[in-house]
């Protein structure tokens, strides 16, 4: 049995999404619905069972159930870059990953976990997965988010027993199917699509920074698919345990975002931008604390055994724009 926290979200659903086309059933979904609509992200899934977040870890530990479990793929989490209680992040993005941690260490079962390409800061000491943990510990998160994410980073090297084996995945920017519940915390290629459906224009951010231009703000933007498609080689095949970007290695900027997305919602190729996007102030809160530059280097994934081709941007959009948001059924 593979259990899957934070089963109904983005990526988590897209996980049981990839178990279920390989054949996979035997998966145990952990999450909170609420009153959102993610529910919809898991409609039309097979799974052996779900359970309540609250009563999982009692579960884990005193059920013998849990003792039919072979991997664990925690991506339950709080990711909402502006929470400002700290206390709810590191009780669920620190404490509950530590549990699991211990839980899977004791069983030598294989763990799989969300880190986030947040632990980064502003990138001023790049972007590098392949550093020792003296350097990890050394990054300046930007907010309680990316904080709490990278003090269970730190705690992980400090640690004597380890699962089997692991991996901590730093995700850079996601976009794709199962995102409509998350949103202002969404893609920009959803809101691209829905602005330019609505008012048939894109807003984006003006520069406030030398050296970019409007629209010009760069990111390793990656897709759903590529994404799930790298966790499921790392549930069935054997590699090197550590920290892993998750991204593209080519960043990109919010202009070729919003391009790429007018295109594959239009059909129309020769588009000029001053028809179409409209560039607006960045709110004055923002604007010390905004990433220009983010870009995973991704040579440690490529020196394991993993090899299939990731969707370029225009690939990815296309995709996502074409065969989900313009569809009845938008969903994986």
């Excluded at 897209?14 to 909170?32: C, F, P, R, S, T």
């Excluded at 609250?54 to 579960?59: E, G, K, R, S």
């Excluded at 009780?91 to 632990?119: M, P, V």
């Excluded at 790298?230 to 998750?246: A, E, H, K, R, V």
């Amino acid at each position: 049995m593979i259990v899957v926290t934070g089963a109904a979200g983005m990526i988590g659903s897209a996980v049981v999404w990839k178990l279920n086309e390989m054949g996979i059933h035997d998966i145990l979904l952990v999450d909170k619905l609420r009153n959102e609509d993610k529910w919809l992200n898991i409609r039309k899934r097979d799974y052996r069972d779900w359970m309540d977040r609250d009563f999982f870890l009692d579960w884990l530990f005193q059920d013998a159930e849990a003792n039919e479990i072979t991997a664990i793929v925690h991506m339950g989490a709080c990711s909402a870059t502006t929470e400002t209680d700290g206390d709810y992040l590191m009780e669920n993005n620190y404490g509950y990953t530590k549990a699991l941690w211990d839980y899977c260490s004791q069983r030598n079962i294989r763990f799989i976990y969300a880190s986030s390409a947040a632990t980064y800061g502003a990138g001023e000491k790049g972007y590098n997965d392949e550093v020792d943990p003296e350097e990890l510990k050394s990054l300046q998160p930007l907010n309680k988010y990316g904080y709490s994410k990278k003090r269970f980073d730190d705690w992980v090297f400090k640690q004597k027993t380890q699962p089997r084996v692991w991996a901590g995945l730093k995700f850079f920017n996601v976009y794709g199917p199962q995102e409509y519940h998350k949103g202002r915390m969404a893609s920009m290629v959803f809101h691209s699509f829905r602005q330019y459906k609505e008012t048939g224009k894109v807003k984006l951010f003006q520069s406030h920074k030398e050296g970019y231009e409007d629209g010009g703000q760069l990111r390793d933007f990656v897709y759903l698919k590529d994404v799930v498609d790298i966790i499921y080689y790392m549930l069935t095949q054997d590699f090197s345990s550590g920290i892993y970007n998750i991204g593209t290695g080519e960043a990109r900027s919010f202009l070729d975002l919003a391009m790429a997305t007018i295109r594959a919602a239009s059909g129309k190729e020769d588009i000029q931008v001053s028809d179409v996007i409209e560039f607006i102030p960045m709110p004055e809160d923002l604007r010390g604390k905004y990433q220009y530059f983010t870009q995973a280097t991704m040579e440690k994934l490529a020196k394991t055994s993993y090899h299939l081709h990731m969707h370029s941007l225009e690939e990815g959009i296309k995709d996502y724009v074409q065969n989900y948001l313009s569809q009845e059924d938008a969903y994986l």
